[in-house]
């Protein structure tokens, strides 16, 4: 297993347990941290040491101290250790949604001192 994959999947699949497709919702988290950040995650592990941070001690990527909540709080729910607590991803695309309005009423506003 190359340290790739073992970044996008979640103990469930990890530990060979039954899975549902809220694997790929936490693998989409993943991404999403991925995406923000420009990294890859656990990095400064090897595949086993990477594996039992996120089977056994649940390990998650540290989240950027300026990322905005909206897009922390994706991230967080699909990163939930419990599959029955990841959103279903039309939920997931509804919090999309929720941060697409929310980065763009940011965007619109104007920058202190501007003339």
């Known amino acids: 297993m190359s340290l790739d994959f073992i970044c996008s999947v979640c103990r469930e699949m990890i530990q060979h347990r039954p899975y549902t497709h809220k ?3 936490y693998s989409f988290g ?3 941290w991925e995406l923000l950040t420009g990294m890859l995650p656990f990095q400064k592990m090897t595949v086993v ?3 039992f941070a996120v089977v056994n001690k649940g390990v ?3 989240i950027p101290n ?3 909540p909206v897009l922390s709080e994706i991230m967080t ?3 939930d250790a419990n599959p029955d607590n990841r959103p279903p991803f039309s939920q997931v695309v509804r919090m999309l949604e929720v ?3 929310e980065i763009m009423t940011l965007s619109e506003r104007p920058i202190l ?3």
């Open 77 to 79: 729910c699909c990163w």
């Open 66 to 68: 300026d990322c905005l």
């Open 49 to 51: 040491q990477a594996a």
């Open 23 to 25: 694997v790929d919702v």
């Open 113 to 115: 001192g501007a003339a």
């Open 60 to 62: 998650r990527p540290a």
């Open 30 to 32: 993943i991404v999403l």
């Open 99 to 101: 941060a697409e309005t």
